[in-house]
């Protein structure tokens, strides 16, 4: 085994710890910083064959 395997394991665990630890991070901070928080489901594929519902504004009744 080189001895450059384990610093590289290293930063590839250091790497990933990242990756997991952000998704966290940011959620936190956003329910710090905010009141509310509203997620919205979207039908995209319903959207994406009715031209009239991708392109109308949020919160608009529909035609």
């Known amino acids: 085994m080189p001895a450059a395997w384990p610093e590289e394991n290293r930063v590839h665990a250091r ?8 998704p966290h ?22 959207m994406l064959r009715n031209r009239c519902w991708s392109t109308r504004r ?6």
């Open 15 to 22: 790497i990933t710890d990242r990756r997991r630890d952000f």
């Open 25 to 46: 991070t940011l959620t936190t901070r956003l329910v710090r910083e905010n009141q509310t928080i509203v997620i919205e489901d979207l039908n995209l594929s319903d």
């Open 58 to 63: 949020p919160g608009t009744a529909a035609p």
